[in-house]
T-cell receptor, first 112, second 111 residues
Framework: NAGVTQTPKFQVLKTGQSMTLQCAQDMNHNSMYWYRQDPGMGLRLIYYSASEGTTDKGEVPNGYNVSRLNKREFSLRLESAAPSQTSVYFC???????????FGPGTRLTVT | ELKVEQNPLFLSMQEGKNYTIYCNYSTTSDRLYWYRQDPGKSLESLFVLLSNGAVKQEGRLMASLDTKARLSTLHITAAVHDLSATYFCAGAPTSGSRLTFGEGTQLTVNP
């Protein structure tokens, strides 16, 4: 099993450009999550999807949209990137008994 | 809304010493998670604590949960350099599935 995979690993954008971060999991988990990590701030939830077909806002959703394409895939889109969105983005999926979350390798995004 | 606070945020210790990282949370929660993150890497699950009084141990690390005190601890015994990393605790409210993370404790173990 690959677990949770994310693409790309690194990305540099100019202000105003758009991009989509891709996430996929092969553990048959229902719930998936997008976080951002900034220095000294831990992880903050952007959006999550409790099950296929549903999405909900987290703590910091402004400037982002998500799509739960199917049970395996959950994408995060930046429509018009801003320097404040420079961060490391992690995708996670959640196991259904202990609710433990498993994290992908992360995408390091820089917006200039 | 669940809030999670860790202390200390920075910890420098010598090899062979013992220390404890504390994780306090603000509202009712019966699930607490500990993760480890190495620089430039993702988060690795260490412990899942699902009930009051839960205690789990793996090598030199031991985690416990006291839901009445709203406190979890991560105890390090006889630290070694390989334990240098950032440790996060995360809690979930009793009736929810979203995790709230603490700011993390950056641990450095010096020879």
């Amino acid at each position: 099993n690959a677990g949770v995979t994310q693409t790309p690993k690194f990305q540099v954008l100019k202000t105003g450009q758009s991009m989509t971060l891709q996430c996929a999991q092969d553990m048959n988990h229902n719930s998936m999550y997008w976080y951002r990590q900034d220095p000294g701030m831990g992880l903050r939830l952007i959006y999550y999807s409790a099950s296929e077909g549903t999405t909900d806002k987290g703590e910091v959703p402004n400037g982002y949209n998500v799509s739960r394409l199917n049970k395996r895939e959950f994408s995060l889109r930046l429509e018009s990137a801003a320097p404040s969105q420079t961060s490391v983005y992690f995708c996670a999926s959640r196991e259904g008994v202990s609710y433990e979350q498993y994290f992908g390798p992360g995408t390091r995004l820089t917006v200039t | 809304e669940l809030k999670v606070e860790q202390n200390p945020l920075f910890l420098s210790m010598q090899e062979g010493k013992n220390y404890t990282i504390y994780c306090n949370y603000s509202t009712t929660s019966d699930r607490l998670y500990w993760y480890r993150q190495d620089p430039g890497k993702s988060l690795e699950s260490l412990f899942v604590l699902l009930s009051n009084g839960a205690v789990k141990q793996e090598g030199r690390l031991m985690a416990s949960l006291d839901t009445k005190a709203r406190l979890s601890t991560l105890h390090i015994t006889a630290a070694v350099h390989d334990l240098s990393a950032t440790y996060f605790c995360a809690g979930a409210p009793t009736s929810g599935s979203r995790l709230t993370f603490g700011e993390g404790t950056q641990l450095t173990v010096n020879p």
